[in-house]
């Protein structure tokens, strides 16, 4: 498995991260660096929080499940207003618990997008179901809610949207589709914890919720871990035995299980962690809302693409990912490597064109919007500490590539710290663009 990228701090980092520009002669005014993660830095405003918490488990020696993996569920149960939050050992984990919690069985289909982190298809081979891939919104990447319907089969027996990047998919569209249909909804939101629809939280909208604690989440722990939410009490309680091996009472195995356990260590950090969480999250929509000032005030229009508008819930950013046209991304992704500039595509090969999904008998052309997509897409860095003088180090770099003029004065200082919209910007039309291998992923 990829693991998180180091860190990349500026390269005249002083205690606190820099961001002062470098002067040097060529250096156009821009930082010398810029990281598509920082985890340091959030490490370091909880550093004696967090330590101390991991000496409090290691003196108790609970070291799986336990009373911080208990208060971490009742804290995440009403952080989300759900009434269950059910750990596990990964965001992977949640959704084959959660399919097995449903009693997928062999042969069963379940549709989901093919524009997704691969463990929400290999949930479903792993229990020897077929995944039905759908095409995508091409506005918004997320599950397109007609090709879900058009999907629709006799052996249909779940459906995953995929709350990809933070935002959450069309439920409007797809509870309907699902409910006429019968068939229960797993919300894919690994991505997206704090994100809402009509205000209610992404994982309290279907039957069941699959959340991931992987570093480079929203939420992150040291680790792996997950988490599941349901509104269903009968689909709470199988998944709190299908996660320990179907064991209750201890050495009594009612059904197969699996060892999926989050380690009180994990669970310790993630309580430190989750207060913040609102804070961070506002942190990276000012961030989104910046970036689409910036791109604005260049001549970038019909190069790139900034991400939709979506009036209807709360986007968390999880990643902002522009497109770029004109098969321009590999380009623009390298410019900005030599750059220093931290990037990611997420992701290059789409589910149905993968060589261990060949058997399913998926070609290309066949999901058109997703190809393009993984052909097109950029993420730039976008975590909540990241500085407005490195976002204008990302959007300056990449008109530089573009030769793009700037237009419009830049941004003033009370645009870095104004209270920004809640939703993110939109369309500004498409560049071109590439970046570099971030030892990252999502
Ligand atoms: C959309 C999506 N689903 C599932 C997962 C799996 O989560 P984990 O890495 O915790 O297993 C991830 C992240 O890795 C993801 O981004």
Partial sequence: MIRPAAATPPANATAKHSNAVDDRPGAGGFLPAVGLLALDRQYAALREEIRA????????????????????ENE??????????????????????????????????????????FAT?????????????????????????????RKISRRTRALIPVHLFGRTADMDALLPIAR??????????????????????SGGLGDVGCFSFYPTKNLGGAGDGGFLTTTRDDVAQRLRLLRVH????????????????????QAAILRVKLPHLDAWTTARQSNAARYMEL????????????????????????????RVADGQRDALRAHLTACKV???????????????????????????????????????PIFPELEPAEQRTVVGRIAEF?????????????????????????????????????????
């Fill in 53 to 72: 918490a991991l000496d409090r488990v290691c003196d108790t020696g609970r070291f799986v499940l336990g009373p911080d993996v208990t208060d971490l």
């Fill in 76 to 117: 995440l149960a009403r952080a989300l207003g759900v009434p269950h939050a059910i750990s596990c050992a990964s965001g992977s984990d949640a959704l084959l618990l959660a399919l097995m919690s449903l009693d997928i069985q062999p042969g069963d289909e379940v549709i989901l997008p093919s524009y997704t982190f």
């Fill in 121 to 149: 298809a290999s949930a479903v081979t792993r229990l020897g179901a077929i995944p039905i891939f759908a095409d995508i919104d091409p506005a918004t990447y997320l599950v397109d809610p007609a090709d879900v319907q």
């Fill in 180 to 201: 006429d249909a019968g068939i229960p909804v797993v919300e894919d939101a690994a991505q997206a914890i704090l994100s809402t629809w009509h205000g209610r939280c």
């Fill in 246 to 265: 179907g064991m209750e009472p201890r050495y009594y195995h009612q059904v197969v299980g699996i060892n999926s356990r989050l380690d009180s260590i």
């Fill in 295 to 322: 791109f604005a005030q260049y001549d970038l229009e019909g190069r790139i693409a900034v991400p939709a508008d979506e009036p209807r819930g709360r986007h968390v950013w999880n990643q902002f990912v522009i």
């Fill in 342 to 380: 931290g990037t990611e595509i997420y992701y290059p090969v789409p589910l149905h064109m993968q060589q261990c999904f060949a058997h399913l008998g998926w070609a290309q052309g066949d999901l058109p919007h997703t190809e393009r997509a993984a052909d097109e897409t950029l993420a730039l």
């Fill in 402 to 442: 573009f030769r793009a003029p700037r237009t419009q004065p830049p941004v003033q200082a009370p645009a870095e710290t104004s209270a920004l919209p809640e939703q993110g910007p939109h369309f500004l039309r498409r560049m071109k663009a590439v970046g570099r291998a971030d030892d990252v992923r999502c």
